[in-house]
């Protein structure tokens, strides 16, 4: 009997930790996808002016409208298209009409055009204010010589150009007397990982696998006389 009564409690106790990872993973998947639909919304909402002092926190993903000059140099953040393979964002500082200076993450150049020399020039264009988070302790630092970065380091990259420490992500837009072919790369929710179903899934499937075995386990334990 006590080894019965063990055995079901350990199932029971197994069970239920499996249940509540699961409920969890529920609740991650609701906040999860009130955060994507928090982003969508800002995303494709209308353009508004560059706030005064955007906030990563309230402002990011906001979409504005830029006017203003683009300065010539440029830094290039080593990434691959899903199409075109790898290449190049390009992040350029635009002077705006007001006198500021922002970044700004221009799009995709193919690989083979990281040499060429492209137009400064007036610019108008659409974007969504971003504060990437993507360097961690396996990003390669930036070869400054070379100038290839490995992350969108806004920080850096607005001391090093001088500018303010924000980033504007080109929607839509276009340069005065420009021939260049920026491949916009937009923000979107695509690539934000959303897996929590899944996980959620898993976890119930074993905790029936788990309770199954347990049931079993008891069964096959009376019907021995083990008990």
């Given at each position: 009997?006590?080894?019965?009564?063990?055995?079901?409690?350990?199932?029971?106790?197994?069970?239920?930790?499996?249940?509540?990872?699961?409920?969890?993973?529920?609740?991650?998947?609701?906040?999860?996808?009130?955060?994507?639909?928090?982003?969508?919304?800002?995303?494709?909402?209308?353009?508004?002016?560059?706030?005064?002092?955007?906030?990563?926190?309230?402002?990011?993903?906001?979409?504005?409208?830029?006017?203003?000059?683009?300065?010539?140099?440029?830094?290039?953040?080593?990434?691959?298209?899903?199409?075109?393979?790898?290449?190049?964002?390009?992040?350029?500082?635009?002077?705006?009409?007001?006198?500021?200076?922002?970044?700004?993450?221009?799009?995709?150049?193919?690989a083979n055009d990281k040499t060429?020399?492209?137009?400064?020039?007036?610019?108008?264009?659409?974007?969504?204010?971003?504060?990437?988070?993507?360097?961690?302790?396996?990003?390669?630092?930036?070869?400054?010589?070379?100038?290839?970065?490995?992350?969108?380091?806004?920080?850096?990259?607005?001391?090093?150009?001088?500018?303010?420490?924000?980033?504007?992500?080109?929607?839509?837009?276009?340069?005065?007397?420009?021939?260049?072919?920026?491949?916009?790369?937009?923000?979107?929710?695509?690539?934000?990982?959303?897996?929590?179903?899944?996980?959620?899934?898993?976890?119930?499937?074993?905790?029936?696998?788990?309770?199954?075995?347990?049931?079993?386990?008891?069964?096959?334990?009376r019907s021995s006389g083990r008990?």
């Amino acid at each position: 009997m006590k080894r019965l009564m063990f055995a079901i409690v350990i199932g029971g106790l197994g069970v239920s930790i499996l249940m509540s990872l699961a409920v969890w993973q529920y609740q991650r998947l609701l906040w999860k996808e009130g955060v994507l639909e928090v982003i969508e919304t800002r995303i494709h909402q209308p353009a508004v002016a560059l706030p005064s002092k955007p906030d990563p926190a309230r402002d990011a993903y906001l979409t504005v409208h830029l006017d203003g000059r683009f300065r010539p140099q440029e830094l290039h953040v080593y990434t691959v298209h899903e199409r075109l393979g790898p290449g190049y964002r390009v992040i350029s500082a635009l002077e705006t009409l007001k006198g500021r200076v922002v970044l700004v993450d221009r799009g995709y150049i193919r690989a083979n055009d990281k040499t060429k020399t492209r137009s400064a020039g007036e610019a108008q264009i659409i974007g969504n204010l971003l504060w990437p988070d993507e360097a961690n302790s396996m990003t390669p630092p930036p070869d400054l010589d070379g100038n290839l970065w490995y992350a969108r380091d806004v920080a850096a990259m607005s001391k090093l150009l001088m500018a303010e420490p924000i980033l504007a992500v080109v929607r839509e837009g276009s340069i005065q007397n420009s021939g260049d072919e920026f491949l916009p790369m937009p923000v979107s929710t695509a690539l934000i990982p959303n897996n929590h179903l899944q996980y959620m899934v898993t976890w119930v499937a074993l905790a029936l696998v788990w309770g199954g075995m347990t049931g079993l386990f008891v069964l096959r334990s009376r019907s021995s006389g083990r008990a």
